[in-house]
């Protein structure tokens, strides 16, 4: 009663001003955000129906219209970045969830010292990624690494994983799952914890099986969990640059070329920056589409 | 019922076995890079790898020889806490307004926010180097601390809006009618409660900044370079120098590790709170 009378008179003597309340809090972290993001993202946009060569810049830079995006789709480097991404995409997202689920469902247990395994299981997500990809070239190593080493000492035949075009997509895979594995199946944890225990309960008075019970109960009820860490990682992974760059510079033959990387040799190393421009504004498209389908997923898993 | 207690101590065995194999795998290249670290280098490349030896700090000084190494430390250190401090600050109070006010174009504000940190970075570098070389703000620690503020105020409000949730909006509505302004309410009664929330994003928020790479390798140069880009130094035309890149990644990744350690708790509370409540 008291509380309702209160913010029934502030509310009358000024609404108005009431109504510009929320401006005041979230203005200025947009208004800093519009301003940094707002005039790259516009130049780039220009520059992407533009011809920008650091031979012919000082020329002019001429309107070429749609040719740069026109381009890109018959460059067949483009198309086998984009080729790469993907794959990488789905190697790593499949190895990351079951390792992670798997992970997950391990730590749900009542363990002792559940918590310090906890926090080491962390440490690889919290890594610098220019470290981690060094780290992982020198173990990598053909002839000194301590991959082919132990390998060798199983008696299996040393492999060359960075060296072999066949092989450098591989390897960044499995140092991506090395790095965020945990990541996911920390989160997964999280939702495990979250779920309500009455349904379990149920299914093991009704005697239902170990798989039953996990395909049929805690699947569906972590779908919105599964979810929003799929989110996050596909976007991650779309433009991962930092360990590809250190671990294999895209190489060797473009075989682990990603978009980012492409975009980067396009942007500071030939310098046709309209072209590079193009290329950004197809990734940008492209994580916008798979975010939106993604939140719609989400949206409905929710409701 | 012998039998099923057997199966129970199998049981619980193979789980701590997997659990204790995930950690080791997790922590193996981290203590493979920080024994390297200390190793004399000519036992760098030693097959089969040399785990017991006299330690000798001969990389680590090799690192900071000239001084050059201290300085970017320092870069590193000023550009993540001011990306830190001016996002929390813009980010706290934007998580505030999203968490206290229903108001129309909220929902396209957030997701505004949300698209702001999933862009990749490599399509907006371009045009900032662009930028800031037309304004002369290139190889400066301010270009660095601007371009991670797209990171980091989005990275702010996300987690920030979620601990404010959690924070009963009764007590401050009882503040209010005691005669505090909304604003009093926000310093004395919530921001006291969001501390821990705060210091895990800000941990978080600075990790991000501290482990950046692209933005850092493409507008830096001699005076503004951060420690990520000194290490890829130590990859010259003629040789890798892997001890000294050993050492100055231990330099790079220890603060990073024990502040982890530290918040691990919050962090996995703030990214998760995302994927729990939505």
Known sequence: MRLQRATAARQGRRGWLRRLEPVFYIAPAFLVLAAILAYPLGYSFWLSFHEWTLRGFRQGVPWVGLDNYVGLFSNVEFVSSLRVTFTFMAGALTLEFLFGMALALLLDHDLKGRGLMRSLILLPMMCTNVVIGLTWRLLFNYNFGLVNYYLVRLGLAPVEWLSKPAMALPSVIIVDVWNTTSFVALLLLAGLQALPEEPFEAARIDGASWWQVFRYLTLPLLRPTILVALLWRIIDTFRIFDVVYLLTAGGPARASETVSIYVYRYGFQTFNLGFASAASYMMILIMLIMAVVLARLIGRSEA | ?278
């Open chain 2, 1 to 278: 019922m012998n039998r099923a207690k057997a199966k129970r101590t199998i049981e619980s065995a193979i789980t701590y076995a997997s659990v204790i194999l995930a950690v080791l795998l997790s922590l193996f290249p981290i203590v493979y890079l920080l024994v390297t670290s200390f190793k004399p280098p000519e036992l760098t490349f030693a097959v089969p790898p040399v785990w017991s030896f006299q330690p000798t700090l001969q990389n680590y000084r090799e690192v900071f020889a000239g001084g050059t190494f201290a300085r970017y430390f320092v870069n590193s250190l000023v550009v993540a806490l001011a990306a830190t401090g001016l996002a929390l600050a813009l980010g706290t109070f934007a998580a505030y307004g999203f968490a206290r006010f229903r108001f129309r174009g909220a929902s396209w504000m957030r997701l505004g926010s949300l698209v702001a940190q999933m862009l990749p970075p490599i399509t907006v570098v371009i045009p900032l180097y662009v930028l800031f070389n037309a304004i002369e703000l290139t190889d400066s620690r301010w270009a660095l601390i601007i371009s991670y503020l797209t990171f980091t105020i989005p990275l702010s409000i996300w987690m920030m809006s979620g601990f404010f949730a959690d924070v009963p909006e009764e007590l401050e509505e009882s503040a209010m009618i005691d005669g505090c302004s909304r604003l009093g309410a926000l310093f004395r009664i919530s921001l006291p409660l969001v501390a821990p929330g705060l210091a895990a994003t800000a941990i978080l928020s600075f990790m991000y900044a501290w482990n950046e790479f692209l933005y850092a390798v493409i507008l830096t140069g001699r005076n503004s370079r951060t420690l990520p880009v000194t290490i890829t130094s130590f990859m010259t035309n003629k040789a890798i120098l892997w001890g000294r890149i050993a050492a100055a990644g231990s330099i790079v990744l220890v603060p990073a590790l024990v502040f982890a350690l530290i918040a691990q708790r919050y962090l996995v509370r703030g990214l998760s709170r995302g994927a729990v409540k939505g």
